[in-house]
Each structure stands twice: as structure tokens, then as C-alpha cells.
């Protein structure tokens, strides 16, 4: 059974600052990885849609890894932003065929310091 | 022109009642989903949808079921209710393709059980 970790749970870092959110699962047999951004009681915002065959995804300020093989992804946010302040999720969706659901991790609780 | 829409946002119950929540999505995919998010913001799939067939049920009690009018929408019915059904619901939506599947989340609605 997939299971996803996301370190650390909880990040507080000044404004202006690089830095990165760690994600791991454990069953290398993915179809893609996916990074969300989720606001204070509001939904889900897609930020980056890794393929399985792919190593990185840019996306402005954003930047996601992918190492399949050691079942690693690392979202790196650069100059970070008051605004980026939010719980970012990375989910996994398993090769089982058919139209899988996402495995969540429990998310990085991001704070940017103004 | 919103993508993945769900009505209500809130429901507040007693228990024992049965109630529904409606999903729609207007992008055109073929598969939509049900998350739940716990009070410890943990997201879990319960279901999805392709074509009008349900491709997975992890192992959700039976007192809850999707029902499926159309491609569009995704409605999630649940009879019962019992005090540990409070969570946000998250329906979703997605393309099925094997690689390139990213999910669009709906704005969630909170349900609480009396």
C-alpha cells in the first residue's frame, strides 16, 4: 500500500528566502506525482504535474524534482513571498490502471514571514 | 466560469439523517472523485467515476455512495450520518490519461454531524 511522508510538517521562514519541501513514498510504481497548494479553508490549487518518465517541472518560482527510483520529489520555491504562505501537499497517483485516485502525504504547513 | 463546482460549501446535521452533496465540473473530463480531509487536514480518496463506472472504493462504509447523472457531474450521497462522517468533501475531476491526469479540486464542503 502507497504511503506518502512530507518533511518537515512545518515551515516558518523570512521573506525573501529559497527553500525546499521534501516529499517520499513508498512504492516506486507511479504514474506521476502532483504539488498542491492548499489555502486556509479553501480547496485544492494544482501547482506541478511530474510525469513518472520525467526528472523536473518548472512552473515561475517553482520547481519540482522527481527521483523515481529512490521514491523522492522535492518542491523548491524560490524568493519566497508573504503570499506563498499556505499548506503545500504532494499525492501520488499509483500505476494500478484505471482511473486511480491520489495518494496524499499530510502536507508542509508553510509560513513566510513579511 | 468556475471548473469544479460543489454545493453546499456547508451542511450542518443531526445524525441518523441522510443527506446529499452535488458536484459538477465543466471541463469537459471523464473522471471525477470524492476526497475526504479529516480534522487533521488528511486527505483520503473514497471514489471515482469513469464513463458513469465506479473504478474504486476504498473501503468506505456503504452508507455512502456516488451517484453519477452524467460525465458532468458526481453527486455523493450518504445516509446514516454518523459523528465521525464530519470532514471536508472534496470532489474532482481529471482527463484519464496515463500520464498527464492532473486533478482539479472543487472548493470543498465542510459537513457537520450533531
Known amino acids: 500500500k502507497q504511503e506518502v511522508t512530507q518533511i518537515p510538517a512545518a515551515l516558518s521562514v523570512p521573506e525573501g528566502e529559497n527553500l525546499v519541501l521534501n516529499c517520499s513514498f513508498t512504492?516506486?510504481?507511479?504514474?506521476?506525482l502532483q504539488w498542491f497548494r492548499q489555502d486556509p479553508g479553501k480547496g485544492l490549487t494544482s501547482l506541478l504535474l511530474i510525469q513518472s518518465s520525467q526528472r523536473e517541472q518548472t512552473s515561475g518560482r517553482l520547481n519540482a524534482s522527481l527521483d523515481k527510483s529512490s521514491g523522492r520529489s522535492t518542491l523548491y520555491i524560490a524568493a519566497s513571498q508573504p503570499g506563498d504562505s499556505a499548506t503545500y501537499l504532494c499525492?501520488?497517483?499509483?500505476?494500478?490502471?484505471?482511473?486511480?485516485?491520489?495518494?496524499f502525504g499530510k502536507g508542509t504547513h508553510l509560513i513566510i514571514q513579511p | 466560469d468556475t471548473a469544479v463546482s460543489q454545493t453546499p460549501k456547508y451542511l450542518v446535521t443531526q445524525m441518523g439523517n441522510d443527506k446529499s452533496i452535488k458536484c459538477e465540473q465543466n471541463?469537459?473530463?471523464?473522471?471525477m472523485y470524492w476526497y475526504k480531509q479529516d480534522s487533521k487536514k488528511f486527505l483520503k480518496i473514497m471514489f471515482s467515476?469513469?464513463?458513469?463506472?465506479?473504478?474504486i472504493n476504498e473501503t468506505v462504509p456503504n452508507r455512502f455512495s456516488p451517484k453519477s447523472p452524467d460525465k458532468a457531474h458526481l453527486n455523493l450521497h450518504i445516509n446514516s450520518l454518523e459523528l465521525g462522517d464530519s470532514a471536508v468533501y472534496f470532489c474532482?475531476?481529471?482527463?484519464?490519461?496515463?500520464?498527464?491526469?492532473?486533478?482539479?479540486f472543487g472548493p470543498g464542503t465542510r459537513l457537520t454531524v450533531l
Open positions: 512504492d516506486s510504481a507511479i504514474y506521476n
Open positions: 499525492a501520488v497517483r499509483d500505476s494500478g490502471g484505471g482511473a486511480d485516485g491520489l495518494t
Open positions: 471541463l469537459g473530463h471523464d473522471t
Open positions: 474532482a475531476s481529471s482527463h484519464r490519461g496515463r500520464f498527464t491526469d492532473t486533478q482539479y
Open positions: 467515476y469513469n464513463n458513469k463506472e465506479l473504478i
